[in-house]
């Protein structure tokens, strides 16, 4: 007995030195300010000398105001907050652009620089408030960046609260690695339709959840002068850790720390060990966490026993087992079982007995979450058109019996739960992601964007134009989920992205020549040709461009994306809708007369294939106002014979020359302001495919001047400046967000 009770009291000995509890860990190097008002100042940050690592970690204690307040630098960038996981938060202010009734203008464009850090492209947005307004923020990353939106409304009473899809407000992301940026406002009619509601543009950057838009906030009341907080990251050096580590002097991280690269793998930070805590760029900065205090990770019959970065649950002298709360617990060994009390077994029956009673409660309970499911589904059946999906196809002929119905579950696996890496795409109509089902085959599955009732229809739509085409050169539907609370399309995977990446991403790496782009458009038009003659019911694609045709990896061109389409009965020659497009490509004609018509395609049409010949964007607010509207400004060079000076010189040659000639002819023909006066799709189709088949006929020289006397896209442009009279319109895909590019980033 003498010697356990000396292993028991040595054993409480060890215990009571090993949990002594430690001080707080340093945050500030010895003799340095460890704050500034309510702001910690951890190291490698520092008030001047050697409390900070580097100059641009240098931070300035404004001691007249109270309390004081923390600034970057010497600059009057204000700090609240500095993390040691890599971010600091910073005020940032707002940019704005007032106009009166007599057309005054006051404005304030907004710059700011950072020598080091960079803003954080996942924590904040690019916000810009207006009726009559487009914002663009710009900056150098390595070499020039700049991007923007767009944001229109005709009353306040258009907008939404809580919405910033471009009606009366728009948002965007801020690029990865940004250091500096310059927002600049700009007003297309000086704000003369919606003064005295909305005087003023307003456009800043701010981090992600620190604003919400509210419809107030269009009249602008004490915007001027409001601050947002901006997230920075932050990191140590320009070398990765090997190399860093290297560098034994100035390496940062101190002893208990891991070293990490950021993601750029330019610069470093440092993290405590798990089981650590505090300042791992301070020697000693990093101390054990005394789990036994802090969490109390052992049952009831075990001693907990603090060790450096971990802990032990040790079990009473002549038990066994693991001690830890999650563990088997501590028990007599085998040998003194058999003289255990009854009551002990009396005691174990119990627990066995609760122990089932609790699972039975578990089981009852999991039987009645499932049901409660199944009902939910059933529900969100029948509020994503359900029953009226299933009424369509079976009263309409010609359409397609293999269109599958996805249970949720083999969606969420298919996605890893759609998980943000296996997003393809954005836009107005939804969110698309690249699955893979149980049988291996990829998909793309394209999640809606629906927030009432009265979107149900255009959804349905969707899958009822589809469920008809059968095209090689239009993207295949293969099912549909309307179990979930937003429904979802299941469409065959295209490997080889967007025309539009090909067309204007810098970062492929080759340009398309002149034969591929002459056959994409052919494949494009006979799509479209298809859709408009041969299928069961005329369908109007409504949003044809770039982005929404898709290659394969043999450059075969598929038309996606038929949200916003239109099913034409073959007695009705155009129907009525709200006008539905993206600028640059909407048909002017429907743009004023709200009628659609086949021709609306062939305008949009008209447009790709002037993108193709030229390699330009259809808008850039980059270019000059002349130049901005792709479509205008081609049309203005074909009537001044001076075509040769928009074509893409990287296709131009003289073997080509007289076809990029009559293409440009036929795109012209296209873009007519009068829809009467366009060729069906049946016959661009034809014309393409008969320049493709022979690329070598010696065409006769023909002259480029046209027909038209006047293009009323200078009016449509002017349309936008005066503000668009009908509450009838809504310029669906037009009020979403739009990239702003500098020409010489093609």
């Given at each position: 007995m003498g010697l356990i009770r000396s292993v028991v009291l040595l054993q409480v000995i060890i215990i009571i030195l090993l949990t002594a509890k430690a001080s707080t860990p340093p945050m500030a190097k010895p003799g340095c300010r460890s704050g500034c008002g309510d702001v910690i100042i951890p190291y490698p940050f520092g008030t001047g000398g050697d409390c900070n690592i580097t100059e641009e970690f240098f931070i300035t204690c404004n001691t007249s105001f109270t309390p004081n307040k923390p600034f970057l630098t010497n600059s009057n960038i204000e700090v609240l907050d500095i993390s040691l996981d890599g971010q600091l938060r910073i005020l940032g202010s707002t940019s704005h652009d007032c106009y009166n009734a007599s057309g005054y203008r006051e404005w304030f464009d907004l710059w700011l620089q950072l020598s080091e850090f960079s803003i954080s492209s996942n924590k904040n947005k690019f916000t810009a408030i207006g009726c009559d307004t487009y914002a663009r923020v710009e900056g150098f990353l390595g070499q020039r960046y700049a991007t923007g939106c767009l944001s229109l409304c005709n009353n306040i009473t258009d907008v939404s609260n809580g919405s910033c899809?471009?009606?009366?407000?728009?948002?965007?992301?801020i690029p990865k690695g940004v250091r500096s940026y310059n927002i600049t406002l700009e007003s297309y009619d000086s704000h003369v339709a919606v003064l005295p509601e909305n005087p003023c543009s307003f456009a800043f950057v701010a981090e992600n959840d620190n604003y919400t838009f509210s419809s107030s906030d269009i009249r602008g009341f004490g915007f001027r002068d409001r601050m947002f907080p901006i997230t920075l990251d932050w990191k140590i050096g320009i070398t990765s850790c090997n190399e860093a580590k290297s560098d034994t002097t100035n390496f940062a991280c101190?002893?208990?720390?891991?070293?990490?690269?950021?993601?750029?793998?330019?610069?470093?930070?440092?993290?405590?060990?798990?089981?650590?805590?505090?300042?791992?760029?301070?020697?000693?900065?990093?101390?054990?966490?005394?789990?036994?205090?802090?969490?109390?990770?052992?049952?009831?019959?075990?001693?907990?026993?603090?060790?450096?970065?971990?802990?032990n649950c040790s079990c009473p002298v002549g038990y066994e087992g693991d001690g830890r709360k999650t563990g088997t617990?501590?028990?007599?060994?085998?040998?003194?079982?058999?003289?255990?009390?009854?009551?002990?077994?009396?005691?174990?029956?119990?627990?066995?007995?609760?122990?089932?009673?609790?699972?039975?409660?578990?089981?009852?309970?999991?039987?009645?979450?499932?049901?409660?499911?199944?009902?939910?589904?059933?529900?969100?059946?029948?509020?994503?058109?359900?029953?009226?999906?299933?009424?369509?196809?079976?009263?309409?002929?010609?359409?397609?019996?293999?269109?599958?119905?996805?249970?949720?579950?083999?969606?969420?696996?298919?996605?890893?739960?759609?998980?943000?890496?296996?997003?393809?795409?954005?836009?107005?109509?939804?969110?698309?992601?690249k699955g893979t089902l149980a049988d291996n085959r990829v998909v793309a599955i394209k999640k809606s964007i629906i927030g009432d009732p009265s979107q149900v229809e255009?959804?349905?739509?969707?899958?009822?134009?589809?469920?008809?085409?059968?095209?090689?050169?239009?993207?295949?539907?293969?099912?549909?989920?309307?179990?979930?609370?937003?429904?979802?399309?299941?469409?065959?995977?295209?490997?080889?992205?967007?025309?539009?990446?090909?067309?204007?991403?810098?970062d492929v790496a080759s340009y398309l020549p002149w034969d591929t782009r002459l056959r994409i458009a052919t494949e494009t038009a006979e799509a479209l040709a298809y859709l408009h003659s041969a299928a069961s019911v005329p369908i109007v694609h409504r949003d044809i461009k770039l982005a929404n045709i898709l290659l394969d990896d043999n450059y075969t061109a598929k038309v996606s994306d038929f949200g916003a389409s239109r099913l034409i009965p073959s007695d009705e020659a155009q129907i009525t809708t709200i006008v539905q497009g993206t600028f640059g490509y909407l048909d002017p004609e429907y743009m004023h007369t709200s009628l659609l018509t086949e021709k609306s395609d062939v305008y949009s049409f008209g447009v790709v294939l002037i993108e193709l010949l030229t390699g330009q964007k259809v808008v850039c607010f980059k270019r000059s106002e002349e130049k901005r509207v792709l479509a205008m400004y081609f049309v203005s060079l074909m009537k001044e014979d001076r075509l040769l000076e928009i074509l893409d010189p990287r296709v131009v040659n003289?073997?080509?020359?007289?076809?990029?000639?009559?293409?440009?002819?036929?795109?012209?023909?296209?873009?007519?302001?009068?829809?009467?006066?366009?060729?069906?799709?049946?016959?661009?189709?034809?014309?393409?495919?008969?320049?493709?088949?022979?690329?070598?006929h010696p065409w006769s020289g023909s002259k480029l001047v046209g027909e038209e006397a006047e293009y009323l896209l200078g009016d449509l442009i002017n349309t936008y400046n005066d503000g668009a009279t009908s509450s009838s319109m809504g310029y669906d895909s037009i009020n979403n967000k739009i990239t702003f590019e500098l020409d010489g980033a093609r």
């Open positions: 899809s471009g009606i009366g407000c728009c948002q965007t992301s101190k002893e208990n720390s891991n070293c990490v690269d950021s993601e750029s793998n330019s610069g470093y930070f440092c993290k405590c060990f798990e089981g650590y805590e505090g300042n791992p760029y301070l020697s000693g900065g990093c101390q054990d966490i005394n789990e036994c205090e802090t969490t109390d990770p052992c049952n009831a019959t075990a001693t907990c026993l603090n060790l450096p970065g971990t802990y617990g501590c028990s007599l060994p085998d040998t003194n079982r058999s003289n255990r009390s009854p009551l002990i077994d009396v005691a174990l029956g119990t627990s066995i007995g609760f122990l089932g009673l609790i699972l039975g409660i578990l089981l009852l309970y999991w039987m009645l979450r499932q049901r409660k499911i199944n009902k939910l589904r059933e529900e969100y059946f029948q509020q994503n058109g359900g029953i009226l999906l299933r009424d369509q196809l079976s009263t309409r002929q010609g359409y397609r019996e293999d269109v599958k119905i996805f249970a949720a579950e083999e969606l969420e696996n298919a996605t890893n739960n759609y998980h943000e890496s296996r997003i393809l795409g954005q836009g107005g109509q939804g969110t698309v992601y255009q959804f349905i739509n969707e899958i009822m134009v589809l469920c008809q085409v059968n095209h090689r050169n239009v993207v295949k539907l293969l099912g549909c989920c309307l179990e979930t609370q937003v429904p979802l399309l299941v469409y065959e995977y295209i490997t080889n992205g967007t025309l539009f990446h090909h067309l204007h991403n810098e003289d073997g080509n020359v007289e076809q990029l000639k009559e293409v440009a002819a036929l795109a012209r023909r296209c873009v007519r302001v009068k829809g009467e006066e366009r060729p069906t799709m049946k016959e661009v189709a034809h014309e393409l495919a008969g320049m493709q088949a022979m690329p070598k």
